[in-house]
């Protein structure tokens, strides 16, 4: 990728101008092969159903049928789909970060009997993924008499992205002196005073780091969710857009229409929150 | 809480009487406070299904779910004895080691090249971000529609190339449905594992690279004697945590080929899958998910040995 061999101090200036238009041209064609995948998902969600069985395949549709994205809400629950991701993201970052921050934010802090053993435990939850344990999980929610519920899929989410969140949110207290809580504590703010109103928000990167990667595993879970629920109204988008194609049917169209709609939102969540990520990951996960 | 709080801060500063037995416990509570939450969650939702595991593993389970009392090791055997087991851990092995290592080695170029400066540079990460973001399943149903034997793109590229005289049914070939899903795999892991790896490397402080360049050294002397080894805790945080999400890659798999044909395909986590719901076998699926918990222990042994190296940094 490198255009010279001179030693830097002796580089010129045009070299580097063709050093930055290589890397450009490297970066956009990366760009885009990161993005073909779903730019195919787009124009086939544009097709109409009957060009779907040509062979070979078309490369853009022959007619841009914008109605698909109309007719999907009406070809599946879409919107049930949707309410429901909503819901289990949502209520799941919510009980990881209820759950995670007090934790992190107590064994960052304080050296107390047990804190090795704690962290120790999370290190090792940390390990299992819902797929590993499925088959208990399952057996546990009928002993719970969970099953088909949003409180089992919740509790799930919640509980197997709580370790990462812990540590990244242990990595990023534990980088913030103490001092700046003491001098909040010497202008009399207690210590919830000192956690709110200095700490946290320094600990912003972290905490959004936490939250974009719980909501996202949650937004995208899809074993448990299709092992657990049955009942259509209870199925979030992983599991209920599938069913677009199946042995019976095959509507690619509006299975890809209906991705787009689940990806959109969450893409543009992503964008906004980029340079957060990279400062959440640097602070806590690597240092 | 809050004055237990500021004695105990005291008691670090000064040399404070002995606590008295009502302190001493409050003490000794007001971790759990703060931790309980945290306890009860990880307590209840995931060692309670690792019980419940290894009790299915030994249970005798009718195919309507019903438990028709202990089994013994009966369920081991009948797992040990499917001529598919085998095959299925090797190839969950491969599947793992193949998929981490290309990983890695593709986000080390990745993470570089989002981390220099060029025009565009954030359009590019943002692009580069999208299959984090899209969920694991939406894209692999997208490639396995462009796989299509019939309709997909990839075999209309192909064609027209003139690569290909014929359309190819890929996911019908077990090694070659193998080859495309891990692919996949290694896409949707670029995401994460190139910003982490981005991460570490602005972490790495700009005057060690102007002391290598007063020392001389080259590109390539610098990346492998400067760069790499500043960059071990990324990498290190990057691998196990790629391990763990690759060894559960369900999804991937479930949506492309089923792990079929037949199981020849399968990794563990769809094996497990299939003799629960589709054999109704729950107590030999306990079995496997026991085996497979098992090959997870052994990383996290691996993961230990990292994190105390990372405490030793600290």
């Known amino acids: 990728m490198t255009t010279r061999s001179a030693p830097e101090g002796t580089l010129s200036r045009a070299p580097r101008r063709t050093r930055k238009i290589i890397l450009a041209g490297v970066g956009w064609l990366v760009a885009l092969a990161f993005l073909v995948p779903y730019l195919q998902m787009f124009f086939t969600a544009l097709k109409p159903e009957r060009e779907l069985t040509k062979s070979p395949g078309t490369y853009l549709p022959s007619h841009w049928t914008w109605s698909n994205f109309v007719d999907v809400w009406s070809a599946a629950p879409v919107w ?65 008499n969970l099953t088909d519920t949003l409180m089992s899929l919740i509790l799930v989410n919640a509980a197997f992205n709580l370790p990462f969140c812990i540590w990244i949110l242990h990595g990023y207290f534990s980088s913030i002196p103490k001092e700046l809580e003491e001098a909040a504590f010497l202008d009399g703010a207690g210590r919830m005073g000192a956690l709110t109103r200095v700490t946290l928000p320094i600990s912003m990167p972290g905490v959004v780091t936490a939250i974009v990667y ?11 969710a299709l092992t657990v629920t049955a009942s259509p109204d209870r199925r979030p988008l992983t599991v209920g857009i599938p069913s677009f194609v199946t042995q019976y049917q095959a509507h690619w169209q509006y299975l890809f229409a209906a991705s787009l709609i689940a990806i959109i939102p969450v893409v543009i969540l992503f964008i906004f929150v980029e340079r957060y990520l990279i400062g959440g990951l640097t602070a806590g996960s690597i240092k | 809480m809050q004055d237990l709080k500021a004695k105990e801060r005291g008691a670090v500063t000064s040399p404070a009487p002995r606590p008295s037995l009502a302190q001493r416990i409050g003490r000794a509570l007001t971790p759990l406070l703060w931790l309980g939450p945290a306890l009860v969650l990880i307590t209840v939702v995931v060692l309670w299904p690792v019980i419940e595991m290894v009790r299915t593993s030994l249970q005798k389970i009718s195919s309507s779910g019903v438990t028709l009392g202990y089994r013994g090791g009966g369920n081991y055997t009948d797992l040990f004895g499917e001529d598919d ?25 990745l993470g570089q090249l989002l981390n220099a400066r060029f025009p565009g540079r954030r359009v590019v990460r943002w692009a580069v971000i999208v299959p984090w973001a899209a969920s694991v399943l939406m894209t692999a149903l997208i490639w396995k529609w462009m796989l299509d034997n019939y309709s997909g793109i990839v075999n209309r590229v192909l064609l027209d190339l003139h690569l290909i005289d014929k359309p190819v049914n890929w996911l019908a070939h077990p090694t070659q449905a193998m080859f495309w899903m891990m692919w996949v795999a290694v896409f949707v892991s670029l995401p994460f594992t190139s910003f982490v790896i981005l991460a570490g490397l602005q ?16 590109h390539v002397r610098t990346y492998f004697g400067i760069t790499l080894p500043l960059l071990r805790p990324a990498i290190l945080i990057a691998s196990i945590i790629n391990v763990i999400n690759v060894f559960n890659s369900f999804p991937i798999i479930w949506a492309m080929t089923g792990g079929g044909p037949g199981h020849k395909t399968d990794t563990t986590t769809t094996y497990m899958y299939k003799l629960a719901f589709y054999d109704q076998n729950v107590g030999e699926s306990g079995a496997m998910a026991v085996v497979n918990f098992i090959l997870i222990l052994v990383m996290v042994l691996l993961y230990l040995r990292a994190a105390r190296w990372r405490e030793e940094v600290r």
């Open chain 1, 80 to 144: 049930t789909y949707l309410r429901v991701s909503l819901t289990v993201a949502a209520a799941a970052t919510l009980v990881t970060l209820a759950c995670a921050l007090p934790a992190a934010y107590y064994t960052a802090r304080n050296r107390f009997r047990g804190r090795g053993a704690f962290l120790l435990l999370v290190l090792v939850t940390q390990m299992f993924a819902p797929t590993a344990l499925v088959i208990g999980i399952y057996r546990e929610m009928v002993a719970l």
């Open chain 1, 214 to 224: 719980t909501f996202i595993a949650a937004w995208n879970e899809y074993i448990v």
């Open chain 2, 85 to 109: 087991l085998i095959p299925v851990v090797l190839r969950t092995l491969l599947w793992v080691g193949g998929i981490v290592i290309v990983t890695m080695v593709l986000s080390l170029a």
């Open chain 2, 203 to 218: 972490t790495i402080p700009g005057d060690v690279y102007e002391a290598a360049r007063v020392d001389g050294a080259g």
